[in-house]
């Protein structure tokens, strides 16, 4: 990316990125050098800028690859998985990422956060899923395929600590292509956005294999991006670190040209037995019978278990992944990881 087009992104009130590598950088730079808004919510100083929107051309790039912002890969996947698998529990999206009980009500679940059980859960046929491939099958020009995911009732809710962030997700199919609108009503842009921005992406992309489409361009909206104060110093060390100017030094792969809903069931269960610690994989991933894609998330959590339970640095499970998972990996936990020959 030039630095006119940057200047270009920076200038008009929304951006066309190829990569959100690059769409990453400018909206925390927009938000943080020209915030329209500087207040304090519930007590907590913010920078803020409202409906801020912006597109991706290629929704597959979803990572932002940042020394100065540690990717975490495994959280990524997992959310994911956790919302496709329609749960809400902390047993499960508790492990791999600790600080979500803070937000729990009761220890147990979460309210707000857990998207997929709005999506794929709920009462019988409220399966929202369904009925936006259905809906999508029947009609390819509607405009009516949305998943809700942001209900009233939780603001009837005292003292509610999870209120869902995001209002919901519109598909749009269009001559063969798969598009994707998220509406946020309040958006995170350090912290929040990446993974946000990387679960809807996924959804997308599941969405359009199960349909047998093409991958659309993604639009990401918030109603009010803003960075909190505490992370200033976190938001100035992403804006000045040099990677951030550069080409994105991986493509991330696509996920297998097929419906991948019984794939995904597999990798749930390879998933629970990582993370119960009921089992171990070994460095040959491809003895799972999975495709390389899936084969590939369940060797990172694999890493991710090793470290959990501070088992022998995994050097060869490393080597097993692609150059990508081993580059976010080494950038995230690289101190705890043995020093392994990394190809890429």
Not at 83 to 94: K, S
Not at 190 to 202: K, M, P, Q
Not at 254 to 282: F, I, K, Y
Not at 304 to 328: C, F, K, V, W
Request: charged residues 20%; hydrophobic residues 40%; contains cysteine.
């Amino acid at each position: 990316m030039t630095a006119t087009n940057r200047l270009q992104f920076e200038d008009s009130p929304s951006g066309s990125y190829d990569s959100f590598h690059h769409a990453y950088v400018e909206q925390l730079r927009r938000v943080f050098c020209s915030p329209r808004y500087r207040n304090a919510p519930r007590g907590f100083a913010s920078r803020e800028r409202l409906a801020a929107q912006f597109d991706l051309t290629d929704p597959r790039q979803r990572v932002p690859f940042l020394p100065a912002r540690r990717t975490n890969i495994v959280f990524n996947f997992a959310e994911a998985l956790w919302y496709l698998a329609a749960r809400d529990d902390l047993d499960f999206i508790g492990y791999y990422a600790p600080r979500m009980h803070r937000y729990s009500m009761d220890g147990r679940s979460l309210t707000g956060t857990a998207y997929g059980k709005k999506i794929l859960g709920g009462q019988p046929g409220r399966d929202q899923w369904r009925m936006v491939v259905d809906q999508l099958v029947e009609d390819a020009d509607s405009k009516r395929a949305v998943l809700q995911i942001f209900d009233g009732t939780e603001l009837r809710v005292p003292d509610n600590l999870d209120v869902s962030c995001t209002l919901g997700l519109q598909f749009l199919l269009r001559e063969g292509t798969l598009h994707a609108i998220a509406y946020m009503r309040a958006n995170d842009a350090y912290r929040g956005l990446s993974s946000d921005l990387f679960s809807f992406t996924f959804l997308q992309e599941f969405l359009a294999t199960q349909l047998g489409v093409a991958l659309g361009n993604y639009t990401h909206t918030a109603g009010s991006l803003h960075i909190y104060a505490p992370d200033d110093d976190n938001v100035q060390a992403v804006l000045t670190d040099p990677a951030g100017a550069a080409s994105p030094p991986f493509t991330f792969p696509a996920m297998p040209a097929q419906d991948n809903w019984a794939a995904l069931g597999e990798v749930l269960e390879v998933e629970e037995a990582l993370r119960t610690n009921r089992h171990g994989l070994s460095a040959d991933l491809g003895g799972l019978g999975l495709p390389h894609y899936w084969a590939q998330v369940l060797g990172l959590f694999e890493v991710y278990r090793r470290l959990r339970h501070d088992e022998p640095a995994p050097g060869e499970m490393l080597t097993a992944l692609d150059p990508i998972y081993q580059h976010l990996l080494l950038q995230r936990w690289g101190p705890r990881l043995r020093t392994a020959e990394v190809s890429g």
